[in-house]
C-alpha cells in the first residue's frame, strides 16, 4: 500500500496523469474527505481535470498551481491560498471558500461559482473573474482593502480605488451598487 505521504508527493509530479492517478488513490484510501491534504503545500501541482469533489483541502496552498477544469464541487477551501492560480473552468457548485486567498487567479469560465462565495473570499485583487472581466472590488474584501491601505490608497475614494482594481470609475460604482444588493440578500 502506497503511503500518504508518497501520494501527496505524487500530487507534486509534473506528469497531470500520474497526478490524477494519485488524487484517485487518495480518494479510494478516504484520505481526500478526511483532512489529510489539509495545509498541504501543492504550489505549482499540475491538477487539471482532477476530481476533487467533497475533498478537504482547508489551508492548503495551491500558489500558481493548475486547477483547470478540477471538479472542486462541495469541497471545502476554507483559509487556502490560491495565489496565482489558474482556475479555468473549475467547477464551484457549493464549494465552501470561506477567507480562501485569490489574489491574481484566472476564474475564466468557472462554472457554478456564486455571488455569495466570492463575497466571503479573503482576497480577490487582480483576479480574472469567470466572464473574463478583472474583479473591480465590488465585495470590499479584508485581503483587498488591507492590500490597499498599504499601498496607501484612499479607501474611502472611488477614484482611487478604481484606480487601485485597474478598473474605470463606472465599473468600479457598478460592482459596488451589485454587491449592495448582494449583502441585503446574505
Known amino acids: 500500500m502506497t503511503s500518504k505521504i508518497e501520494l501527496i508527493n505524487r500530487l507534486q509530479s509534473l506528469e497531470n496523469k500520474n497526478v490524477l492517478k494519485a488524487v484517485e488513490e487518495l480518494r479510494a484510501c478516504g484520505m481526500l474527505g478526511d483532512g489529510s491534504l489539509r495545509g ?35 469541497a471545502k477551501l476554507q483559509a487556502a491560498k490560491l495565489n496565482r492560480a489558474s482556475l479555468r473552468g473549475v467547477n464551484l457548485e457549493g464549494t465552501d471558500l470561506t477567507n480562501a486567498d485569490m489574489y491574481k487567479v484566472n476564474l475564466r469560465g468557472a462554472l457554478n461559482l456564486t455571488e455569495e462565495q466570492l463575497s466571503k473570499l479573503n482576497e480577490l485583487f487582480g483576479s480574472i473573474m469567470p466572464d473574463g472581466s478583472v474583479y473591480d472590488g465590488r465585495f470590499n474584501l479584508f485581503g483587498d482593502l488591507e492590500r490597499a491601505r498599504w499601498a496607501k490608497v484612499k479607501i474611502d475614494d472611488p477614484k482611487s480605488m478604481a484606480e487601485f482594481y485597474g478598473v474605470t470609475l463606472s465599473e468600479y460604482m457598478d460592482g459596488q451598487k451589485r454587491a449592495e444588493k448582494v449583502q441585503t440578500k446574505v
Open 40 to 74: 498541504v503545500a501543492l504550489c505549482q501541482a499540475v491538477l487539471q481535470n482532477a476530481a476533487l469533489k467533497n475533498a478537504d483541502l482547508c489551508y492548503t496552498d495551491f500558489h500558481q498551481a493548475i486547477l483547470d477544469d478540477a471538479d472542486l464541487s462541495s
